[in-house]
DNA sequence: AACAACCTCAACCGCATCAGA
DNA sequence: GTCTGATGCGGTTGAGGTTGT
């Protein structure tokens, strides 16, 4: 039944923004089929759209739990702290707030906290440059942590006294989240 | 009221990586 | 080991809304 619906070139595809009736039949598709394949998914709903755009549609928007809108003080505060330690690395930082997409933080941080960081760099003399040795070697520390779980990052270096564990674990445990953070980043102002 | 400038955010694009044949 | 399609990520764009003049 479904992969026989020939799929249109790519140049024939829709662009532009979701009407509400697309948003239906994709979600429609992936309760039942499950969120991948997402180009026989766009076929199965008689989607115009390529597979890409659908699965953006999905996770950025029409998947379940997520929130919109309303950044917490809270939240500000953990991906100022995030932002600082792994660089742009969204999609583990949104990894770290529940309900937050990758886009939705890269649009917020674009848009809000890269001027709110910018002006107080500028107030504090920029120390920008001191922490992009240790935000560098840390995102570098997240991707290779990220593949092999189980490997101590703190090990290399005894300076740093946190479980890489604790480090990717976030849960929803926010406050000792922003603990440990913290703990990371004295760390951090210690190194230079 | 009209227009320009600015801001926000959904969506697209290109590239890298992964997984299966 | 290689090829190919699927998936994921980060950067960028552009439409629509808001604010200032």
């Known amino acids: ?25 994709l979600a429609e598709v992936i309760a039942v089929h499950g969120a991948r394949r997402w180009r026989t998914i766009a076929n199965i709903a008689g989607l115009n759209r390529c597979g890409k755009s659908c ?36 999609s583990l930082i949104a990894g770290r707030l529940p309900g937050r997409t990758d886009n939705e933080i890269k649009n917020y941080w674009n848009s809000h906290l890269s001027k709110k960081v910018n002006q107080n760099e500028k107030q504090s003399g920029g120390s920008a440059r001191q922490g992009c040795k240790t935000q560098k070697r840390l995102a570098e520390n997240a991707n290779e942590e990220a593949r092999e779980e189980n490997t101590c990052a703190g090990c290399e270096d ?10 990717f674990d976030f849960s929803n445990e926010d406050t000792r989240n922003l603990e440990w953070v913290s703990r990371f980043l004295q760390v951090d102002e210690g190194f230079n």
């Open 1 to 25: 039944m479904e992969e026989n619906v020939p799929a249109p070139k790519r140049s024939e595809f829709n662009k532009g923004a979701w009407t509400a009736e697309e948003d239906r039949k």
């Open 55 to 90: 699965r953006l549609r999905w996770m950025n928007y029409l998947r379940p739990n997520i929130k919109r809108g309303n950044i917490t003080d809270q939240e500000e505060d953990l991906i100022l702290r995030l932002h600082k330690l792994l660089g742009n690395r969204w």
């Open 158 to 167: 005894p300076n740093i006294g946190f479980d890489v564990d604790e480090f």
